[in-house]
């Protein structure tokens, strides 16, 4: 297992990025959340297979109809989740 950090900027909140991220992660089979960001960037934390991040990755590139993603930072990260869930802005 593999766990990522995600920084989408771009259109991304008030477009249902969040909600079309979880959808997606738990169709993939993910683990981790996302969050909206108080800079108006989306941040999100992904833990599963190279393969499975790779096609989150693909949908966060992209986004939900409506979202206009201009960059998405991607580095390591570390932790062990259970399930895919929203968190608070911060």
Request: avoid cysteine; glycine fraction near 14%.
């Amino acid at each position: 297992m593999s766990e990522r950090r995600f920084v989408i900027t771009g259109l991304v909140q008030g477009v249902w990025y969040r909600g079309g991220m979880v959808a997606k992660a738990e169709e993939l089979g993910l683990t981790g959340w996302v969050r909206n960001r108080r800079d108006g960037s989306v941040e999100a934390v992904v833990s599963g297979s190279d393969a499975q991040i790779a096609a989150i990755l693909d949908w966060a590139r992209n986004g939900p109809r409506g979202a206009r993603v201009d960059h998405v930072a991607v580095e390591p990260a570390e932790g062990r989740y259970s399930g895919f869930v929203q968190r608070p802005t911060v």
